[in-house]
């Protein structure tokens, strides 16, 4: 069962909506007991990460996160789900993160001639062999952002380019995150989802 | 590079997709979540649903409507129309809209856009504006209540007072060229994007392939929208997608 941490943020349904949609079994909690006792964790998120910090910490949700993540439960992290679980965000100050993937979360320099916030379908590159990111080399996806993670290579899957390369997924051990919208990307989005299945499938069949 | 968006409109009234030409004269083309689902398939890159329904007491409808289309369409959906307050936001936001317009209500309470992006952050505010070149006093007029009611507002000041009030994103028609087919209005749409910033979406005018390159090349707009050549299969989104392609504007 796939957990999606329920947070009041805005987008937890449609993540719901696409997992049900691919049959993939799912529900939405902010129990630590059911989140703990997970196959996988999705960590959605839209706004900002300090607030976003505050209502992980509000409801007592940091701890359990950062310990499925220690004992290697897969967790795919989504837009802003995906900069929280780096170190610092400096968004309207500085703020800790979960700090599951070394790395700080940065302002898009606004001086490189592109609107910020980065919204709309941009194109990826995949720098790194690897099954979550394999079916998204140059195929777009939907962002929606002002912010992006600046982490080193060996995390980082895929990049795309909007004045700077911005990691668009990264990956480190059970750890996944994706900067873009993979439930309302269209069918290259789903097949990240259900990308992200597998790698839970796999944990599963190699800790039986 | 940032793909340009192309954005089919479907006006919603009771649940059923119409379109008024000029604001009016509805015929009725269909059911949201099919015609949803064609244009996901021919490559929409996202769609805008204007909620034209007149009561108040049948607009939850809309509601019903984007839940259902949010099931089964994995694409960014923004809801226009009759949105007034922040419940409202809310409401359609949780039936899986992406983001809200507002048009109307932030022209006599601007500081409804503020306080959506505060609750929803300014990504999910989107500021519809209709307007009316007015020739007597050179610039374009604001109108409101469906492009019935003329204002005392400039667009282009309007627009950037929307945007210092927390507007992620500008969606602007123009009614001198919707419904006419002769091309979109691109000095309103220089004009705006020489004043603001954020992302801004083009309505109303175009007719055929080259009205897209046109706006793409002349301005720096960010997507086109477009309703009856798109329902009525005028025009399909893969085609006007292969003309930007050979004109070299970057799509998906």
Redesign the interface.
Known sequence: MIVIIDYDT??T??VK??L??LNIENTLSADPAVINQADGVVLPG???FGKAMDALRERQLVDVIQQVAAKGTPMLGICLGMQLLFDRGFEFGENAGLGLIPGDVIAIP?DLG??????????NTVTQNDPVAAGFDQE?T?F???FYVKTAPENILATC??GVKLPSIVRRDNVIGMQF?P?????I??NGLRAFKEVIENANYSSN | ???K?IIPCLDVDHGRVKKGVNFVNLTDVGDPVEIAAAY?KQGA?ELVFLDITATNEKRKAIVDTIEQV???V???LTVGGGIHTIDDMQRL??A?A?KVAVNSAAVNAPDLITAGAEK?????IVLAIDTKWDPATNRYVVYTNGGRKATDLDAIEWAKEGVAKGA??LLVTSMDKDGTKSGFDLKLYQALCDAV???TIASGGCGKLQHFTDVFKETNV??ALAASVFHFGELTISDVKQELRTNGVTV?
């Not at chain 1, 592109?114 to 194109?123: C, D, F, R």
């Not at chain 1, 439930?183 to 069918?187: F, I, N, P, R, V």
């Not at chain 2, 929803?120 to 999910?124: D, E, K, L």
């Open positions: 805005g987008n349904r449609n909506k696409a049900d949609y839209v706004g900002a606004e592109v609107k910020v916030p980065h919204m709309g379908w941009n194109l777009s939907y929606v952002h002002s380019d909007y919208h439930e309302k990307s269209g069918q989005g789903l | 590079m940032l793909a968006r996901e890159d949010a099931s089964q994995f694409m960014p936001l949780k899986g992406d929803f952050g300014a990504q999910c992620g994103e910033a954020v992302p960010d997507a998906r």
